[in-house]
């Protein structure tokens, strides 16, 4: 059994790992455009931001270690295009060269692509993307010279919000844009954003919320301002973080889509082709708290995916148990974790939905070192079924959130919550836990 792989990142390193672990008798071919594999985007900022001390271990994995397991693995060699009906993979190397590859299974792992505005002045130099590791490396360039003063952030989702961070820490005049009227609008409510736009601004970000980027201006063939719909700015390198497309170049006239262009698949990563999987940021995700399948694009899915994928190819069943998109940011030293979805991603989707607030200390009040600690739980009206939770401190709370992942996925209610057993020790919390606090509140 042969298996051709298209994109060897995440997505397809994880199933490529689980077939080479797992099914000694498959062969596994893995092509890749890129000149490298493994890279973790979720470090560009801290590398920026000087918050690591180089960019060298945000690779995890490389091409000789497939080789090493068996694998046939082909850099910066592009699938040009796939014959479907005869199962031929037509691939181009970076010298030009062509080759073609057969397979018996064959899993897209082509990711996503950064959403890129086609706006006056988009052709400018300056302006850059955040998704590759070359381009992690050319914004580092342009942070680095000292006649890049003035930084502007557009999209402040988790990934132009902590570049954002990361441009302040360089010493920049930051600027960051969004059409929303707070950053991480598709992941918190406002009570939960408010106090991130505080910090952000408390830090010198010049938050310009609810306000559209119209143009991008120049002098001399390079990026100088940018025009958003309430002023002109100041710009020596502008940063898109808008968003990101499920790059389905190669089986879009062929396979069925999503609303968004993510290959649709089933709980086995199964395209509308038999033979094709569909895997990471290229592919959609059952969501357990809509009950539907929808589109998220995390490394975490990605390498779940991969795993589902693999073993199915490889001969055992195994159906993903779907996600809730669980998701964290640490900014100048505040933390917000959430899961599932906020009261306003439920309100969108048509969901009648209830929330409990709680906010307390961490630890009891005799504790010397303590923090304040705000959590929601959003929870279905009428089912009274947990559909999400965000929580926010300055502590490290992040594990909390992973019981409300589980409890998203399994359908718990807010009252199985109330008198659950959770332990209590001053060092780490308080004997009236903020999670009971917080579903003993709800209605
Ligand atoms: C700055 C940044 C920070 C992030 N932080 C986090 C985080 O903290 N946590 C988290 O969970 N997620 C994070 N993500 C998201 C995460 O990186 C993606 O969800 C993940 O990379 C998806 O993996 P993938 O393998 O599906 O796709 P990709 O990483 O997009 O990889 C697709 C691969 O396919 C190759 N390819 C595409 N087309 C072809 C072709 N025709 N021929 C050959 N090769 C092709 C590409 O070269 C690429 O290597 C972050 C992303 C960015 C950009």
């Not at 559909?387 to 909390?400: F, H, L, N, P, Y």
């Amino acid at each position: 059994m042969k298996t051709v792989i298209v994109g060897a990142n995440h997505a397809g390193i994880a199933a490529a790992n689980t077939l080479l672990d797992n099914y000694k008798d498959q062969q596994v071919v893995m092509i890749d455009s890129n000149t490298n594999l493994s890279y973790l985007g979720c470090g560009t900022a801290l590398w920026v931001g000087r918050q690591i001390d180089s960019y060298e271990n945000l690779f995890y994995t490389n091409k000789e270690a497939f080789e090493a397991k068996g694998a046939r693995i082909s850099l910066e060699t592009s699938v040009t295009s796939i014959d479907f009906a005869n199962h031929v993979v037509h691939c181009q190397k970076a010298d030009g060269t062509c080759f073609d590859e057969t397979y018996d299974k064959l899993v897209l792992a082509t990711g996503s692509l950064p959403i890129s505005p086609k706006l006056p002045g988009c052709d400018l130099e300056g302006i850059s993307f955040l998704k590759l590791f070359q381009q992690g490396q050319e914004v580092d360039r342009w942070m680095s010279r000292d006649d890049v003063r003035s930084v502007a952030v557009i999209g402040a989702g988790y990934i132009g919000v902590e570049i954002a961070e990361a441009a302040k820490r360089r010493g920049k005049e930051v600027r960051l844009f969004d059409i929303a009227p707070t950053s991480l609008a598709s992941y918190y409510d406002p009570s939960f954003t408010a106090v991130m736009d505080k910090n952000l601004a408390d830090h010198g970000i010049e938050c310009h919320f609810g306000e559209r980027v119209v143009a991008y201006h120049g002098e001399n063939g390079r990026v100088s301002a940018i025009e958003a719909e309430k002023g002109t700015y100041p710009a020596d390198l502008v940063i898109n973080a808008i968003g990101f497309i499920p790059n389905n170049e190669l089986g879009r006239d062929h396979l069925e889509l999503f609303s968004n262009g993510a290959y649709h698949v089933d709980r086995r990563q199964r395209t509308s082709d038999p033979d094709v999987y569909a895997i990471g940021d290229c592919a959609t995700v059952w969501s357990n708290a809509l009950n539907a399948e929808t589109y998220i694009a995390l490394a975490t899915n990605a390498v779940r995916s991969g795993i589902v994928a693999g073993h199915n190819i490889g001969g055992t069943r195994l159906d993903s148990i779907g996600v809730q998109g669980s998701n964290g940011i640490s900014i100048f030293g505040y933390n917000m974790v959430s899961t599932g979805l906020s009261v306003a991603a439920a309100t969108r989707a048509g969901l009648d939905v209830c929330h409990a607030d709680y906010e307390d200390l961490q630890r009891p009040g005799f504790m010397r070192e303590n923090a304040s600690v705000k959590i929601r739980i959003v929870y279905e009206r009428e089912s009274r079924r947990v559909v999400g939770a965000q929580m926010a401190s300055t502590e490290d709370i992040s594990m909390g959130i992973h019981m409300f992942s589980l409890a998203i996925e399994e359908g718990v209610t807010i009252d199985k919550l109330k008198l659950l057993d959770i332990f209590f020790l001053p060092h780490f919390n308080q004997p009236y836990n903020y999670i009971t606090m917080c579903a003993l509140g709800a209605e």
